[in-house]
Every structure is written in structure tokens, then in C-alpha cells.
């Protein structure tokens, strides 16, 4: 079973629009979320990442907004421009003895970004 | 620096047939890491290593094997290849653990598909 679920499965934004993805996880040991950007025939690249400690990231056009209580976290992607057009995965990751290393992904969610 | 080469880029295989995927990275990282994607699910964690001689199991490791005999190269087989080993094959590489906010590079992938 996926432990981190991620919606919607695909979105499409007009150029210049706020793309939002969210994602939603029932591990609270959970302590690193990460989200990668992949585009097609190409491997997913690390995007941003945001730890519990804080409830929001931004870096350029890109925020993660983290709600611990809530145990959801979500992208938004300000200016959508079409070479944002990719396929974007969120992730969970915990540093515990037993999962040492390992990362729990999301589905993915395509998004579209029209001229 | 290539960063993380995967070998072949494409292979289909028949039913029960053996192959070795090779993994290689020049950026002198401890940690490596097998992920097969297919639609719908994300990427899920195979097999890993947390240094060269050492492989552990991941979320799916049910009909696959590892070896990391040098520090640069992380092999995946598949003893005896079923259909529902296909799927998108990626490697992944960081210089230590993932949850320390080390960042995990993608290879392009392997695309395979068994008949």
C-alpha cells in the first residue's frame, strides 16, 4: 500500500497560473519531504525539500507548504511557465534504524502547462 | 562527470530469461539505490546499499538480487524474468543519507519490458 498519496493524478494550467499538488501521509515518522520534477524519458530531479521544523519552503517560482498536524504537505508552482510541464513526484523519507535510507513516493501528478 | 550511468537503455526479455542492469556513478557516493516505476505507483525502492560490499532490501526486492563489489557500480538482476517485472528501471546515487538532506541523482533509466 502507497503510505504517501498524492493528488490529482494529472492538472493543467494556463501559463502564468498556480499549479497545486498536494500530497498526504499517515507515518508520522516521517521526517524529510522532498518533491523531484520529471520530464519525459528522463530520471526525476530533486525540486525542493522541506523538513517538519517548518511549515513552508520557497525557492524561486516553487513552494512546499508543510501541515504536520495534518499530515499533508503540498506544491505550489507560482507563474506556471510550459517548461514546468513535467511529471512531479512528492516523497517521505524517515532516518529510523528499520528504514534507513528508504523513501516512500507518491504517485506522481503530470502537469500541463499551456501557452 | 557523467553523474549516473544505467546500462542497457532499453531490453526486452522472454519469460523466464536472465539479465544483469548496470549501475555507475562517478561521484564517489556511498549510498546507491534500485527503483522500478510504473504508472500509477511512483517509484518504489528495490534494493540498496549504504556503502560498497553492503545491499539491503527495499519495499520490493521479491524476484530481484543486488551486488555493490565496487564503491562506483550497483548491479540489479533478474534471476528469472516475469511479466510482471516490467517496468522502468532507475538507479539513484547520494553521497549519504538521503534524510540529511543529501540530494539522491537519478540515471536516465532502463526501459524493460518482458514478454
Known amino acids: 500500500q502507497q503510505q504517501v498519496k498524492q493528488s490529482p493524478q494529472s492538472l493543467i494550467v494556463q501559463k502564468g497560473g498556480i499549479s497545486i499538488i498536494n500530497c498526504a501521509y499517515e507515518?508520522?515518522?516521517?521526517?524529510?519531504f522532498p518533491w523531484y520534477q520529471q520530464f519525459p524519458g528522463k530520471g526525476p530531479a530533486l525540486l525542493i525539500a522541506?523538513?517538519?521544523?517548518?511549515s513552508e519552503k520557497k525557492e524561486g517560482r516553487f513552494t512546499i507548504s508543510f501541515n504536520k498536524s495534518a499530515k499533508q504537505f503540498s506544491l505550489h508552482i507560482m507563474d506556471s511557465q510550459p517548461g514546468d510541464s513535467a511529471t512531479y513526484f512528492c516523497?517521505?523519507?524517515?532516518?529510523?534504524?528499520?528504514?534507513?535510507?528508504?523513501?516512500?513516493f507518491g504517485a506522481g501528478t503530470q502537469v500541463v502547462v499551456t501557452p | 562527470n557523467a553523474g549516473v550511468t544505467q546500462t542497457p537503455k532499453f531490453r526486452v526479455l522472454k519469460t523466464g530469461q536472465s539479465m544483469t542492469l548496470l549501475c555507475a556513478q562517478d561521484?564517489?557516493?556511498?549510498?546507491m539505490y534500485w527503483y522500478r516505476q510504473d504508472p500509477g505507483m511512483g517509484l518504489r525502492l528495490i534494493h540498496y546499499?549504504?556503502?560498497?560490499?553492503?545491499?539491503a532490501k527495499g519495499e520490493v526486492p521479491d524476484g530481484y538480487n543486488v551486488s555493490r563489489l565496487k564503491k562506483q557500480n550497483f548491479l540489479l538482476g533478474l534471476e528469472s524474468a516475469a511479466p510482471s517485472q516490467t517496468s522502468v528501471y532507475f538507479c539513484a546515487s547520494s553521497y549519504s543519507s538521503v534524510w540529511d538532506g543529501y540530494e539522491q541523482y537519478f540515471g536516465p533509466g532502463t526501459r524493460l519490458t518482458v514478454t
Open positions: 522541506i523538513r517538519p521544523d517548518v
Open positions: 516523497a517521505a523519507a524517515t532516518g529510523s534504524a528499520d528504514s534507513w535510507g528508504k523513501f516512500q
Open positions: 546499499s549504504v556503502g560498497e560490499g553492503t545491499t
Open positions: 507515518n508520522t515518522a516521517f521526517d524529510y
Open positions: 561521484m564517489n557516493h556511498e549510498y
